[in-house]
């Protein structure tokens, strides 16, 4: 049986205005000197700066407990860790482990991440045009991260070196668990296992306001041997994102995700539900999406790229899903911009075909079926591949799609993209796409429910 250790036997004391980050670090040390156990967190409100968890150690919250951070950046030393895609330095994570096995956060209590204070620093920062670090801690994370400085960053402000913390990661682990719980108020993206293996998500609660900036609720970061089971994610950004490196960088570190399992998730407010990218330079591969429901999300199942972050995305299946007043149930886009440099941008956004090398990103074998998607807001879909690296084999089986009668987004609002015009017809958008329509049923629709434009092959199968 695992030994447990409560906080309360090494001084931290409840109520959420004392700091008790000596006593939950002292449990922790206890449990590491006798080779793992449980650090208990009774019910109450406790109040804490970093955690980090080691081998065999499990981190319970009691039902009605809640872990609450502190909001000071200058409390979370840099450490060498992954961020929007590139390895560098960045903030300590507010509970961390890495290099641990065999590690987790359950229960039925709530670690809040105290984001606000973050959110609006990094609103002033967005508002002033800060283009470098000015605080002590940026200062601190720009001396250590040097060439790194100039990696575009995917919106969070890398250019700052405000390099938020997330709310729990996990950092070449093996073997991670988390049940029960809900995490909340996360400074940047909520729950990021990046490097790590064996990973169960059970049960869990996500929750962030929906315009915090960059808190995506889980970033599933060139890791293996993932499952993700009856999770609800209602958050600021992406809902469960998949990535693996982006640029030079992560084509070289050759890093996949790959062997993920999504299944019974609920996701409400969020950019998109189930994502791929735009972070993909590892590759992403054998992901499986069953049985899940979409609530007012953005778009649904959404794929984004676009060159200069490479990497091959295939074989995904996402079969059974349920949408309700998304913008757009599926988009595939590799014309993706947020983040990219103004400089950059005519490569980037060319409709013209460009050499096609390691930083190509391609796209491929990818099954929707069995999908049901009502009063959706923007258009029935956005799927745009390049020129130079059309989307290979894409299948649509038993889909029903219908536009809302009311209350309708731009066409445009389908994706973030640039460089390509926008069509005024709210059906199914197809560019530089192969890909099979077997039972595609759009309905609402004024013009025609798909629309192929350069660089198409599509493919409808007879039915008796």
């Given at each position: 049986m695992d030994s447990t250790f409560d906080i309360r036997n090494f001084g931290a004391t409840p109520g959420g205005a004392a700091d008790c980050s000596e006593a939950i670090a002292a449990a922790v040390e206890a449990a590491r000197?006798?080779?793992?156990?449980?650090?208990?967190?009774?019910?109450?409100?406790?109040?804490?700066?970093?955690?980090?968890?080691?081998?065999?150690?499990?981190?319970?919250?009691?039902?009605?407990?809640?872990?609450?951070?502190?909001?000071?950046?200058?409390?979370?030393?840099?450490?060498?860790?992954?961020?929007?895609?590139?390895?560098?330095?960045?903030?300590?994570?507010?509970?961390?482990?890495?290099?641990?096995?065999n590690v987790g956060i359950c229960g039925e209590g709530v670690l809040d991440g105290n984001g606000a204070s973050w959110w609006e620093a990094h609103r002033r920062k967005k508002a002033d045009r800060q283009?470098?670090?000015?605080?002590?801690?940026?200062?601190?994370?720009?001396?250590l991260n040097g060439a790194t400085l100039d990696q575009p960053s995917g919106g969070g402000g890398r250019e700052t070196q405000f390099l938020r913390p997330p709310l729990a990661q996990f950092l070449s682990c093996d073997g991670v668990t988390l049940r029960g719980v809900t995490l909340t108020n996360s400074p940047f993206w909520t729950l990021h296992p990046v490097f790590s293996?064996?990973?169960?998500?059970?049960?869990?609660?996500?929750?962030?306001?929906?315009?915090?900036?960059?808190?995506?609720?889980?970033?599933?970061?060139?890791?293996?041997?993932?499952?993700?089971?009856?999770?609800?994610?209602?958050?600021?950004?992406?809902?469960?994102?998949?990535?693996?490196?982006?640029?030079?960088?992560g084509v070289a570190e050759n890093r996949p995700t790959r062997n993920i399992s999504i299944s019974g998730c609920t996701f409400l407010s969020g950019h998109g539900g189930v994502v791929l990218g735009s972070e993909t330079a590892g590759g992403i591969e054998n992901v499986d999406v069953l049985n899940c429901r979409f609530i007012g999300t953005d778009r649904g199942i959404r794929m984004k790229s676009r060159r200069g972050r490479g990497g091959i995305v295939q074989n995904l299946s996402c079969r059974n899903l349920v949408m309700e007043r998304v913008l757009a149930p599926l988009t595939i886009n590799l014309y993706y911009n947020c983040g990219?440099?103004?400089?950059?941008?005519?490569?980037?956004?060319?409709?013209?075909?460009?050499?096609?090398?390691?930083?190509?990103?391609?796209?491929?074998?990818?099954?929707?079926?069995?999908?049901?998607?009502?009063?959706?807001?923007?258009?029935?879909?956005?799927?745009?591949?390049?020129?130079?690296?059309?989307?290979?084999?894409?299948?649509?089986?038993?889909?029903?799609?219908?536009?809302?009668?009311?209350?309708?987004?731009?066409?445009g609002h389908a994706e973030m993209y640039e460089g390509i015009a926008t069509p005024q017809e709210r059906g199914l958008r197809l560019r530089n796409a192969a890909c099979s329509l077997d039972g595609l049923i759009v309905e609402g629709c004024a013009g025609p429910a798909w629309r192929a434009e350069e660089g198409c092959a599509v493919f409808e199968p007879a039915r008796l």
């Amino acid at each position: 049986m695992d030994s447990t250790f409560d906080i309360r036997n090494f001084g931290a004391t409840p109520g959420g205005a004392a700091d008790c980050s000596e006593a939950i670090a002292a449990a922790v040390e206890a449990a590491r000197r006798s080779a793992g156990g449980i650090i208990l967190v009774p019910a109450g409100t406790w109040l804490s700066g970093p955690i980090e968890l080691g081998d065999d150690m499990t981190l319970l919250l009691e039902k009605g407990a809640t872990l609450r951070f502190i909001d000071d950046p200058e409390r979370y030393d840099p450490v060498e860790t992954r961020w929007e895609g590139v390895s560098c330095y960045a903030m300590h994570p507010l509970v961390f482990a890495r290099g641990a096995k065999n590690v987790g956060i359950c229960g039925e209590g709530v670690l809040d991440g105290n984001g606000a204070s973050w959110w609006e620093a990094h609103r002033r920062k967005k508002a002033d045009r800060q283009s470098g670090p000015v605080a002590a801690i940026e200062r601190r994370l720009a001396a250590l991260n040097g060439a790194t400085l100039d990696q575009p960053s995917g919106g969070g402000g890398r250019e700052t070196q405000f390099l938020r913390p997330p709310l729990a990661q996990f950092l070449s682990c093996d073997g991670v668990t988390l049940r029960g719980v809900t995490l909340t108020n996360s400074p940047f993206w909520t729950l990021h296992p990046v490097f790590s293996t064996r990973i169960l998500i059970d049960n869990i609660r996500i929750q962030n306001p929906s315009d915090a900036p960059n808190t995506d609720g889980i970033d599933v970061d060139s890791c293996t041997d993932v499952r993700i089971v009856d999770t609800l994610v209602d958050v600021g950004d992406d809902c469960i994102a998949l990535k693996s490196g982006s640029g030079p960088r992560g084509v070289a570190e050759n890093r996949p995700t790959r062997n993920i399992s999504i299944s019974g998730c609920t996701f409400l407010s969020g950019h998109g539900g189930v994502v791929l990218g735009s972070e993909t330079a590892g590759g992403i591969e054998n992901v499986d999406v069953l049985n899940c429901r979409f609530i007012g999300t953005d778009r649904g199942i959404r794929m984004k790229s676009r060159r200069g972050r490479g990497g091959i995305v295939q074989n995904l299946s996402c079969r059974n899903l349920v949408m309700e007043r998304v913008l757009a149930p599926l988009t595939i886009n590799l014309y993706y911009n947020c983040g990219a440099r103004a400089e950059e941008a005519p490569a980037l956004f060319s409709e013209a075909a460009a050499p096609v090398t390691a930083l190509t990103p391609k796209f491929r074998n990818i099954t929707i079926a069995n999908l049901v998607a009502t009063d959706c807001r923007s258009s029935a879909g956005f799927v745009v591949g390049l020129p130079e690296s059309p989307i290979e084999n894409m299948r649509l089986e038993n889909c029903r799609i219908s536009i809302a009668a009311g209350d309708l987004a731009p066409v445009g609002h389908a994706e973030m993209y640039e460089g390509i015009a926008t069509p005024q017809e709210r059906g199914l958008r197809l560019r530089n796409a192969a890909c099979s329509l077997d039972g595609l049923i759009v309905e609402g629709c004024a013009g025609p429910a798909w629309r192929a434009e350069e660089g198409c092959a599509v493919f409808e199968p007879a039915r008796l």
